[in-house]
Nanobody, 114 residues
Framework: VQLQASGGGLVQAGGSLRLSCTASGSRFGITAMAWYRQAPGKQRELVAIISSDDTTNYLASVKGRFTISRDNAKTTMYLQMNSLKLEDTAVYYC?????????WGQGTLVTVSS
């Protein structure tokens, strides 16, 4: 499975960005799709996850500001990020679990400026 992420960039605090991630192949076998992020000097953390039954969960600090979703084909997922804060600055990675194997995208940098 190859993942192609896009949508990162530079945005002012309070602004919005939308990340996208497309998985190659069919949706068959995909049980979860998620966004992680890693800020400089910090460990990678789970930001949002959407399961095969469309259940979603979020990191506490992004609840109410970020929304994870996916398209009808269930091979492209999105992360709508609103009210961005300085602390949201990080490299964002998409992750897909297919047939119990996790796959990572290449990461896309989100920089929030004051």
């Amino acid at each position: 499975v190859q993942l192609q992420a896009s949508g990162g960039g530079l945005v002012q605090a309070g602004g919005s960005l939308r990340l996208s991630c497309t998985a190659s192949g069919s949706r068959f076998g995909i049980t979860a799709m998620a966004w992680y992020r890693q800020a400089p000097g910090k460990q990678r953390e789970l930001v949002a996850i959407i399961s095969s039954d469309d259940t979603t969960n979020y990191l506490a600090s992004v609840k109410g500001r970020f929304t994870i979703s996916r398209d009808n084909a269930k091979t492209t997922m999105y992360l709508q990020m609103n009210s961005l804060k300085l602390e949201d600055t990080a490299v964002y990675y998409c992750n897909v679990v297919k047939f119990a194997v996790g796959y990572w995208g290449q990461g896309t940098l989100v920089t929030v400026s004051s």
